[in-house]
């Protein structure tokens, strides 16, 4: 299953201590590793650390700290309506309870590495089909033509969660 939230950048430190620090806690959960071909252009491998996280969903580079693209600032409309930056988003993926049932009762290593495998693709595919941008092309009176543009790289960090039974 997987399932997407908004990661918005009014909270950028919260939601990174969240990743770094809450779901690490617990005894035996491991720690965040970077994926996506984008994450190597930035210099960002092996464990996610709080503050990389926090840089990179404030919108600015995690090593230089340089600012990439527009800056993250929540706006209001006209008529006061607030939007809210987003940073990024949450898809978290999620086994079928037969297969977490399954691996809780016997403890088999390679269940979670079957997940790993699908959670690796997951990724590939969003990245190669999921991350797209809007382009405005041309406007005329009403009508604003946009193309999807792919977008050709992605950064992720991923946590392999195990909740207690």
Known sequence: MLRVTTLYAGSTAATAKYYTKYLTQAPGEQP??????????LGLS???S?????QLLTGCDP???????????DRTTANGTPIRAVAGFDATVSA??????????????GLAECHDVAVAAVV?????????????????CTRIWWCRRRCKRTTAAGWRWTPAC
């Not at 709080?50 to 926090?54: G, K, N, P, Q, S």
């Not at 049932?101 to 403890?107: E, I, S």
């Not at 590939?124 to 005329?140: A, H, K, P, Q, V």
């Open 63 to 73: 090593i230089t700290g340089v600012t990439l693209g527009n800056p993250l600032v």
């Open 32 to 41: 965040g590793v970077w994926s996506g071909t984008q994450a190597a252009g």
């Open 124 to 140: 590939d595919y969003l990245e190669r089909f999921g991350s797209t941008t809007r382009i405005r092309m041309t406007r005329s």
């Open 46 to 48: 092996g464990e996610v």
């Open 50 to 54: 709080t503050d990389a996280l926090e």
């Open 96 to 109: 079928p309870k037969s297969l977490s049932v399954w691996w809780a009762l016997t403890g088999d290593p």
